[in-house]
């Protein structure tokens, strides 16, 4: 033990001779841990939230009973099913607006409520015997608060929090409905207020309707099925009810925002990984470096009797030490960068897929497992090959300092080798795979090949520019770049990939920003987007409106829900205009498709259902409309980038007819630019319209390019990290060779040369070495934006786009990269610049 | 933690308050205490002289704390194997004070002051069912209405099939393993306990308006296990309503319905008390329906194998003597294991009588502690 004890301690303080080496290897560790487990962090608090906000309720284990369109119903079928003996319970659901925070209002009725909906969230009512006969919680509200007027609103305290209320605050709604007193409780969704149905119905303007009923997991005996029952009823008990007609739903086992934001995860995902590979180069090459240098003490230490089974459990004990520190620096890192970026990406969510994400990270004992464990099987990936060689070391194999640099050459070629086999593979992938995860597949494949030639292309390139050099110095100049290219080409491979990665997500969000703009352009021709509420209110405001000079054309608009391949999908149905015909952004179309859809004859598809589930312009498919299933052509195609469901584009009076329960009382205005603000004004105060009844084009435009630039801000700050974790492994590689360059370029200065011009031609070297690696990442960047967009996104998201090329960017990126390269060997330039003479002398009495 | 029965049972905690099913729930017992000693204020209090009219008075009592409809029935089969069926509906008002009415008049149907409990139940000598059911009043999901009488809540119905009067109803309920369709008929009229239908539940004042309908004999069928079993039998009606039946100290009650072979109906009660001697009262109904009240030594009633301090489990042997009367029997549980466990567990079932007078009847026991389930684990 003893023995073992001081070998762990000669090999640990082997590191403070070469501090360089131990910053390359905690630092290279450390932001690979950190970005790997930050981009966890963050989808564990999604998944989180989606697997909370879909056991809401006991949405996940019972069955509900709906209208095939979700749309609201009588509250007496609840009361007629019940009669029937069925075990349902309602619930109404819906959306109001607190200020500008969009909160959805969640009325339930304890008295029916199935033991499996209560779950964790209502723990605030009532609490448990415990609690009462301790008599001592008093927060703990009483059924009769809850169910009794005022009632109570039980939400996430940071729903409290974000509408800068206090417990028991009765704050009001946009539409000046006054709500409950509010009480946090914990497993609420965020954004979410939970309360009796009585004042939710109220709140929600839906009185004496229900959204659903929840179905009790046992039924009492000697009853027909519900779904059996809700058919007979329908002509009975049921009558007049749901006119589209009541359905039993099977619980959301899988639930379906997991399954829209998958994309969205897997991305985050990839660029985790991404980085975390980075980082695993950056300490596979510290260990390899620190291994070859430590040779002579490993020998020593051999010849002494340490055992080379012991060496290899000193050593590998002492790689996990490292790793164990570095993996919770990493961690702490991870963290922060996870919780910056959490708001961004709540609001994404929130704003793409309508998921309700927590605004602030909680923290689990298993990520920081996770995070630890991938730290130290990094690690331990990353110096597998050392510890091997640690353990066949010969005992009087000669010490040689330099040998491994010899080796290296053979190492390039190796990867050279491994090189072609992943280029071959992501041939093998482009042509033959499918799907989001062949396509990052493809995108690592691509990058790692290219990351593994490109030392065996630098060599070849100096090599070459060696062999036509004319004078001593230059000659020296390339000679002494070949000899330094193995400890620096980790760091530049680094550098390749975060440059091409940065090219490609630079080229996609410029892209995208290029199209979109045009898209909305498109999109949103309009003037004016308005709600009426309600059909009375609609008929008085069309009249209000055809009054209006100012206001050339009123085109009624529906939506209505369904489902489409298991999905959520939407229908959109629109008046026939100019403002359509002439604008809207159609990707392919059939001969006359404008007047066939208009004639209820066919339909347009959004891109979404057009990649994604791959249907055909002309092909026919068979929708599920509560009138009965409905068979009917596609005529063309839209864009419609930013929804991430399905969509189908109906004429209004067709949707109105095979949905009666379509949402129908909206419009959309053509007015005269100079008069927009005063149609506005003029319904705003008419018909007490509140924001989101009444949309302004300039508003909506601008809301939707925000959505996507925050879409973005988490791509494009991994991006930025990634660039920094390459800078990082240039400026520790050129450290950990600073020692050993000194007995390289003493030779040179003893032959006259003076330090100033060597640092100046060491520095030239690196620039030159990164300003070559840079241009090399240009292709490799096309590559992966072409990936990116013509793959990637069009699996992610459904729609693709087109392949925008910035120059500038690149230009702006070489730069860059050469700042970078120059910040990181100002160090070592500046030692040599200032190497003392004796230094530079000594250099001759030591090693000869 | 099952999260809706806690609710539920703290819902009915407050709302039952004053009535005996706050001894029920262990865990909620010195919440219990606390809430028995609320002041009846707000709600309509019980004094004596009250006279009764009938229908009318099958109707709810709005303002008091908590009513109830409770029916009994002891049945046998062809077989002469015996059955015992519960149908209970409870409706409490959740607050003092405000609306008295059932509806709201405030617009929305959701905020009536006054909510529904039901249990049902079935026992036969080796198994007990029970069901549990919860409404809100105010919707039509449950409610009670006369001319003709109805309760209900959900498809538990106990409704008058008689052209007037409650002279013959039919009894339907079924649980998730059980169902019963009974049909109860009559030429009785019904019968006020206590002093004229003023029945006292402890010296201290705390009452509740109180009359029985013993004299029900029974037709109809039963479902066990899937199979349906025609059943016969007599069934005993109970309506009681308060806003403040026990003490602070009384701590859970025994009761008991008995049918004697001889004709006679008796009705008697035990309450528990920590302070005092427990309660006891109860009442002898001539076969002709003339009630004679039972108070003080009158009637004693005493169990022959209560549980072992701080045991679980309740007597299902009681020794019941009314010297007047000549009567001294003792009385045994069908099933030992009829546990009612709903929100507030507490024991029901049908029990055998021997000794002087043979019949049957039914015993209710509250405030002791179920032991734990075998077949499922209990809260």
Known sequence: MTAFWWTLRTLLSDWRRRPAQALMFLAGLASATALFSGVQALNFQARQSYAEAASQLGGAQLASVRTPSETPFDQRAFIALRKAGYKVSPVVEGDILIGRQPITVIGIDLATLPAAAAGDSLQAIGGNGRQLSANTDLETIQPADFLLPPGVGLVAPETLTKLSANEGDRLRSSTDQLLPPLQTSAGITPDTIITDIAPAQMLLSLGGKISRLLVDETQATGLPPLAKALGDLETTALKGLAPAGLALNKPTNTNDMSRLTDSFHLNLTAFGFLSFFVGLLIVHGAVGLVFEQRRTLMRTMRACGVSSKSLTIAAATELLLLATAAGAVGLAIGYTVAGALLPDVAVSLRSLYGAKVAGALAFRPTWLALGLFIAVAGAAAAAAGSLYKTWKLPVLAPGKPTAWRAAEQQTIKRNALFAGFFFATALGLLLAAGGLFAGFALMGASLLAAALILPAILSVLLRLAEANASGPIVRWFFADGRQQLPSISLALQALLIALAVNIGVGSMVGGFRATFLGWLDQRLAAELYVNAGAPGRAIEMRALLEAQDAVTAILPLAFASTRFNDLPAELYGFTDHETYRDSWPLLAQNPGAWDRVTSGEAIFINEQLFRGDDIKVGERITLEAPTGPWAVEVAGVYSDYGNTRAQFMVAVDTLKGRWPDAQGDLFILRVEKESVDRVAQLLTERFQLTDSDLINQTDLKALSETIFEKTFTVTAALNVLTLVVAGVALLTGLLSLATARLPQVAPLWACGLTRRRLALLDLLKTLSLAAVTSILAIPLGVAVAWMLTAIINVEAFGWRLPLHHFPDQWAGLIILAVAIAALSSAPVTAALWRASPTRLIKVFADER | ?????????????????????????????????????????????????????????????????????????????????????????????????????????????????????????????????????FARAGLGQAGVTTAPFSAYIDDWRFEQTSESGLNAARVVARGDDFSYDLSIKTDAAPVLQGEAGYSLKALSGQASYYYSQPFFTLTGAITLDGKEIPVTGNAWMDREWSSQLLSKTQTGWDWFSLHLDTGEKVMAFRLRDTAVDAYVSGGWINADGAPEPLTGKAIEITPLNPPRKNAAGAPTRWRITIPSKDLSIEATALNQRSWMRTSFPYWEGPIKLSGSHGGVGYLEMTGYTAPAEKRRAQR
């Open chain 2, 1 to 133: 933690m099952n999260g809706k029965r806690t609710i539920l049972a703290l819902a009915l905690h407050v709302a039952f308050a004053a009535g005996f099913f706050a001894f029920g729930s262990v865990g909620a017992r010195a919440q219990g205490f606390a809430s028995l000693a609320q002041d009846a204020d707000g709600f309509k209090t019980v004094t004596p002289g009250r006279a009764f009219s009938f229908p009318a008075d099958h109707a709810p009592h709005d303002g008091y704390r908590i009513e109830w409809w409770y029916l009994t029935a002891n049945l046998t089969d062809a077989e002469g194997r015996a059955y015992g069926a519960q149908w209970t509906l409870f409706r409490a008002k959740l607050a003092g004070g405000g609306e008295d009415k059932e509806s709201s008049t405030a617009g929305d149907t959701w905020s009536s002051p006054y909510l529904f409990m039901a249990h049902a139940a079935l026992t036969s000598e080796d198994s007990h069912t029970h069901a549990e059911r």
